[in-house]
């Protein structure tokens, strides 16, 4: 399991003077990139290969509030990999300085051609650094269907 540990700051909370929604999105995207930097997708890295990241959707379950000053550490694992690697699934937690866990969060993605904007798989040796990581408990193999579970057509107003 991956960790990056944060502290709340004033940005970082709302009206109620607990820690924003926006927060909780910025931190584990801060937690994903560190991530992937740390699997030598940087910007450079992805710049070679023409691709970048994109989330489909990110469902945050909040269990307890968080305050300003407050440490807080968030978690990354690896749910889930197309065999490609098109698709990706990660699960963040994110724990208060005494260990609980106060919210979850599952985030499913995919990797897009930044040239013809549609998803692409990863080059193999950048698929291969995937394929060291530590999987979580539930990881599944990705299919096309698993990124439709939760899909949502949007109405057109015309």
């Given at each position: 399991m991956?960790?990056?540990e944060f502290e709340i700051r004033w940005?970082?909370?709302?009206a109620n003077g607990h820690m924003a929604n926006a927060a909780y999105l910025n931190f584990m995207s801060h937690t994903?990139?560190?991530?992937?930097?740390?699997?030598?997708?940087?910007?450079?890295?992805?710049?070679?290969?023409?691709?970048?990241?994109?989330?489909?959707?990110?469902?945050?379950?909040y269990f307890k509030e968080a305050f300003i000053g407050t440490p807080v550490r968030v978690s990354l694992e690896l749910n889930g990999l197309s065999?490609?690697?098109?698709?990706?699934?990660?699960?963040?937690?994110?724990?208060d300085e005494k260990g609980r866990n106060f919210a979850h969060c599952e985030v499913m993605g995919a990797w897009i051609d930044l040239t013809t904007r549609s998803l692409t798989g990863l080059a193999r040796p950048l698929l291969n650094s995937f394929n060291k990581v530590p999987k979580s408990g539930t990881f599944k193999v990705l299919t096309r269907?698993?990124?439709?579970?939760f899909s949502v057509r949007p109405k057109d107003l015309v």
């Open positions: 991956y960790i990056k940005s970082d909370v709302d994903r990139m560190a991530f992937l930097m740390e699997l030598g997708f940087n910007q450079q890295s992805m710049v070679t290969h023409n691709i970048g990241p994109v989330v489909f959707h990110e469902h945050v379950y065999e490609d690697g098109m698709f990706f699934e990660f699960h963040h937690n994110f724990y269907e698993d990124t439709r579970k």
